[in-house]
């Protein structure tokens, strides 16, 4: 499980761990104020309200299949969560979505990190972080360790090209 961790890690960084070739992706926005350049096979969808929007990027093939939401949580006055609310937040994403937490990392720039497994034993990762009055949520979402391999530096790129709504 220590790989998803890894991964997280590394879209703190803003080099692509491979290379990835975006020459055909395609530059998208959406109506909720995210922009981004995605490949032409993925599939994205808006999600959320007006406080808390989000993005959501889909890839199902033969043999994997792979998700990722990017989100964010507006915070009352600007508020900003310490580690206890962070993990209580995190673990509520964690049962409404049926995942078993089989790790968790906090950071000290007020970020926590949890993996497992859900029902269905897709592998899970969702990170959430503290930003200037809101919060930021990354759940990821693979059918098996072959689709972590095949699709974590698409999504790193996807990652890298993703610009917030203000």
Request: aromatic share 10%; proline share 3%; net charge negative.
């Amino acid at each position: 499980m220590n790989r998803f961790l890894i991964l997280l890690l590394l879209f703190s960084i803003a080099i692509p761990v491979l290379a990835v070739d975006t020459s055909n992706w395609v530059s998208q926005s959406t109506d909720n104020g995210y922009s981004f350049k995605v490949p032409p096979t993925w599939q994205y969808n808006e999600i959320g309200t007006s406080d808390n929007k989000g993005v959501q990027f889909t890839i199902e093939e033969s043999d994997t299949s792979a998700s990722v939401i990017f989100g964010y949580k507006k915070e009352p006055q600007n508020q900003v969560l310490g580690e206890t609310e962070l993990r209580n937040f995190v673990e509520e994403i964690a049962t409404s979505k049926n995942i078993t937490i089989e790790q968790t990392k906090s950071y000290q720039n007020g970020g926590i990190v949890v993996a497992g497994k859900d029902a269905s034993g897709f592998i899970n990762t969702i990170a959430v972080e503290n930003t200037s009055g809101y919060l930021k949520i990354i759940l990821f979402i693979f059918s098996n360790q072959k689709a972590v391999s095949k699709y974590s530096d698409i999504i790193h790129e996807i990652n890298n090209t993703l610009v917030y709504p203000q």
